[in-house]
């Protein structure tokens, strides 16, 4: 799916353009992001909307299947701010097949973040070293991601392996 994508109408944006995109982003994760002073520039990555901090992917803008717009931080923006709310953690089971692309399954995840509400983009961080593997939308709140057993916990929507991980 995300291979068929180009980057198009790259463009550098001042930030009083995007402020109010980006403060709605930070109170949602409860991070800075410390973007004063940053080269900004707005792309379109396929339906995305993507935004470079000084040349690197940091964040998207999506929607959910009801046209809803979501921002979120990318992997890389992740590797930024492991702090950041809305993760959800998985075992070392799991991660050969989020880095092929595949949802998360309830069996593989072992802890999440209490905020984590149905339907709303999560970031799926690996248990051991807490390093981002994938984004997508919970199916699940928090404490069904953990407690259940059986099906799909996570829709992944960008992973490591994903072309977008290594852009430049």
């Known amino acids: 799916m995300a291979t068929e994508w180009s980057m198009k109408k790259r463009r550098p ?6 402020a109010p995109l980006l403060k ?8 800075d992001l410390a973007v004063d002073g940053g080269f900004l520039e707005m792309a379109s990555y396929g339906p995305w909307t993507m935004v470079f901090v000084d040349k690197v992917p940091s964040v998207i803008e999506l929607n959910n299947e009801e046209g809803e717009r ?23 089971g799991a991660i050969p097949f989020l880095m092929n692309g595949a949802d ?10 209490s905020t984590v509400e149905e339907g709303e983009l999560v970031w ?28 799909k916990g996570i829709k992944t929507v960008h992973w490591v392996g994903d072309e977008l991980w290594g852009m430049e």
């Open 13 to 18: 944006v001042r930030r009083k353009h995007i």
């Open 24 to 31: 709605r982003l930070e109170e949602d994760l409860g991070i």
């Open 70 to 92: 979501y921002v979120f931080l990318t992997l890389r923006g992740f590797l930024n701010h492991l702090d950041a709310m809305k993760w959800v953690e998985v075992d070392h």
């Open 104 to 113: 998360c399954m309830v069996a593989g995840v072992h802890a999440a973040e």
């Open 124 to 151: 799926i961080r690996d248990m051991t070293h807490k390093r981002p593997l994938a984004i997508g939308w919970s199916c699940m709140d928090s404490e069904s991601l953990i407690q259940e057993t059986k099906g």
